[in-house]
């Protein structure tokens, strides 16, 4: 394995999630070299923290980075990130790695990585399991997809962004690991929000309720990380209800191609897509009990924030 101060890393989206991974990589002796997204105050300030340069185009990214990680939201965004023509990280592409954070659909990411061979270069995906404060203290649960040799090259820069960092198989496999685990997160998130919505109108004390489900078969990560945020109506964005709305429809896709019928993963999907009609997209996915509470018609008390 190289040696993990020898990378020169680039940073396309520090967003909210991209911010905290390049100053983690900083703090850790890592290189952070190049930074670029759209909202250049963000860049700026991840510059700051890093002694990274802003860079002013993808291709530019490319041309100071040997190793680049790209941390955006939509397979638009990541199709555009590595265009066949105008600004494009396959420009100067040639012997970089490009590490792809975004939980888009499987087969970008196999096209991608086509594109990077193509032009002597190499891609991985690296999707994230995890949310903001792991991405800031290293404990990130990472699935890699692609090939397991380039893994091993960049390995180190990766465990320390990472608890734990699992090799799935080739380039889209992790991906499609990612989208069943933000399915399973999603239906449990909108399952929970209708047994509180259903406590409350019962009249039940909703943190007697919650401290019930922990000790007992309704007990789930989502209880831990969602419940009180629920009860509370604190929607501070760490997964928003777009990118949850997002995920869903790319596991339903997934699910259409091998001719699986998923009715709670379907329901779930048209929940989130209903936050976003109304206006609820950019608030935490567990704003979902916005819709399942009666005594809630006002909409939320916490609006979201920007991520990546």
């Known amino acids: 394995m190289e040696k993990a101060q020898s990378w ?10 991209g911010a905290n991974m390049a100053l983690r990589l900083h703090e850790t002796g890592h ?25 002013q185009t993808l291709g530019e990214v490319a041309s100071r980075s040997d190793l680049v990680l790209t941390v955006v939201g939509t397979d638009r965004e990541m199709e555009s990130l590595f265009a066949k023509s105008g600004d494009s990280l396959l420009e100067n592409a040639a012997g970089r790695i490009f590490v792809n954070c975004a939980t888009v659909s499987p087969d970008l990411h196999v096209e991608i990585e086509r ?13 994230m399991a995890s949310s903001i404060p792991q991405a800031r203290a290293g404990t990130l649960y990472l699935m890699v997809g692609g090939k397991q040799a380039v893994l091993e090259r960049i390995r ?4 320390d962004l990472s608890a734990s960092l699992r090799w799935v198989g080739p380039a889209g496999q992790a991906a499609k690991l990612k989208a069943l685990v933000n399915m399973v997160m999603n239906i449990n998130t909108a399952g929970l929000a209708e047994g509180l919505g259903l406590a409350q109108a019962l009249g039940l004390d909703l943190s007697m309720v919650r401290e019930v489900f922990s000790q007992t078969g309704a007990a789930s990560r989502v209880l831990e990380t969602d419940g009180a945020d629920m009860q509370e109506r604190e929607h501070d964005v760490y997964f928003s209800a777009a990118h949850a709305a997002k995920d869903s429809h790319i596991a339903l896709d997934l699910a259409s191609k091998v001719g699986l019928g998923l009715p709670l993963a379907q329901a779930t999907a048209r929940q989130y897509d209903r936050m976003i009609e109304m206006g609820l ?3 935490d ?22 991520e990546s």
């Open 8 to 17: 020169k890393i680039g940073i396309v989206g520090v967003g909210r999630m």
């Open 31 to 55: 290189r952070v070299v190049s930074v670029f997204d759209q909202h250049r105050k963000a860049a700026e300030e991840v510059a700051f923290g890093t002694g990274a340069t802003v860079a």
């Open 115 to 127: 594109r990077a061979n193509a032009l002597g270069a190499e891609s991985l995906e690296a999707s």
């Open 156 to 159: 180190p820069v990766l465990e």
């Open 281 to 283: 997209g950019e608030i």
């Open 285 to 306: 996915k567990s704003g979902v009990s916005e819709l399942t509470f009666l005594s809630r018609r006002g909409g939320p008390s916490t609006t979201g924030t920007r």
